[in-house]
């Protein structure tokens, strides 16, 4: 017996409506359009059309990337609520939102619904995004408007934007002026990026352009100061894990039941934060008595701790502790 629509968190929402999306289409033509939609996503040079065409191309991509872009806007938004406590967006706006995906993980953040816009140049997939938002009572009034993301975009005033996997699409005029638009519309930003060196870049320059603006990092940088990595030797990023569907497994041929979405990002507002003590970076590597922790700290600095079993409840909590995470744990 399926529950009851109101006792489904948005994640499982989400899947629910996803899992219907492909009915009708032949399991390998999805598959085909999904392998094609990721090269040109991979793709060097910014692309001067829409790169989802029409519903078949949305149906199969939508339900193939849409879970791992929502685990991880959804991390990204709670490092940030967890920095800004008290505080839950007014209204939002997600550029370059395609399907929806950041504004499901917004619901999935805060409760309560608020007004939402999602900003896309790619009907169909506006389209899509609206079929899918009905399941969801905090979406069903989302406005769902086309718009070309170029240097020619204004945003009204808003409490939260959201720029998820945007800007590698975009020329690096483009990029600029949409974070300067975001900047000078918004109290918040909060902008997420594939886990690769290149998204990482993408990630830097924007943060530093939200700075430079008078925003103060709230996630998940330390500090507001410069990064600490030496450009070219590294970069950061993140994992969210995500539950593997059916098409996720025909498309990339593993039989595990889920992956791990690797994802850089920012948040920055000019809301009064305090972000965390110092936040892991790497996957901590567990031994014998003892757990080896990567952080980034306030100094602004990278170092690695040890803690030993002699720290008694800090070993247990570093124990506990994941990639991404601060520390110390709260309390």
């Known amino acids: 017996m399926n529950a009851p629509a109101a006792s489904l968190t948005p994640a499982e929402t989400l899947r629910a ?30 692309t001067g059309a829409p790169i ?26 709670e490092a940030f609520a967890r920095a800004v406590p008290g505080w839950a967006p007014g209204d939002h706006v997600d550029v370059g939102g395609g399907t929806g995906a950041a504004a499901w993980a917004v619901s999935a953040t805060w409760d309560g619904g608020r007004p939402v816009t999602v900003l896309d140049w790619a ?9 899918l938002a009905a ?40 990029r600029a002026a949409l974070v300067d638009a975001a900047a000078g519309a918004a ?25 430079s603006a008078g925003f103060r990092v709230a996630a998940p940088c330390p500090h507001s100061a410069a990064c600490p990595i030496a450009p070219g030797t590294d970069w950061c990023h993140f994992s969210a894990r995500v539950s593997r569907s059916s098409l996720h497994r025909q498309v990339k041929g593993g039989s595990l039941a889920y ?8 948040a920055a507002t000019r809301l009064p934060a305090t972000p965390a003590a110092a936040r892991v970076v790497r996957k901590p590597q567990i031994r014998k008595g003892q757990v080896l922790l990567d952080l980034c700290e306030t100094d602004p600095s990278l170092r690695r701790t040890t803690v030993t079993k002699r720290h008694g409840d800090l070993y247990r909590a570093a124990r506990d502790t994941d990639w991404g995470d601060a520390w110390p744990p709260a309390g």
């Open 259 to 266: 992956e791990d979405e690797k994802f850089s990002y920012v």
């Open 187 to 211: 109290r918040a930003v909060v902008i997420v990026e594939p886990g690769t060196p290149d998204g990482y870049a993408r990630v830097i320059e924007a943060r530093d352009r939200l700075v």
């Open 135 to 174: 399941a969801h009572p905090a979406l069903k009034d989302a406005r769902w408007q086309r718009a070309r993301i170029t240097a020619e975009l204004t945003l009204g005033s808003t409490d939260l934007v959201t720029v998820s996997y945007v800007l590698n699409e975009l020329t690096a005029p483009d």
């Open 123 to 131: 009907e169909p997939a506006l389209a899509l995004g609206r079929e």
């Open 17 to 46: 409506a996803l899992a219907g999306l492909l009915d009708g289409l032949p399991p390998r033509q999805a598959a085909q359009a999904v392998e094609r939609l990721i090269a040109t996503y991979r793709g060097a040079t910014p």
């Open 52 to 77: 989802l065409r029409d519903r078949a191309d949305v149906a199969a991509y939508a339900a193939y990337r849409m879970p791992a872009t929502f685990e991880a806007v959804r991390s990204a938004l």
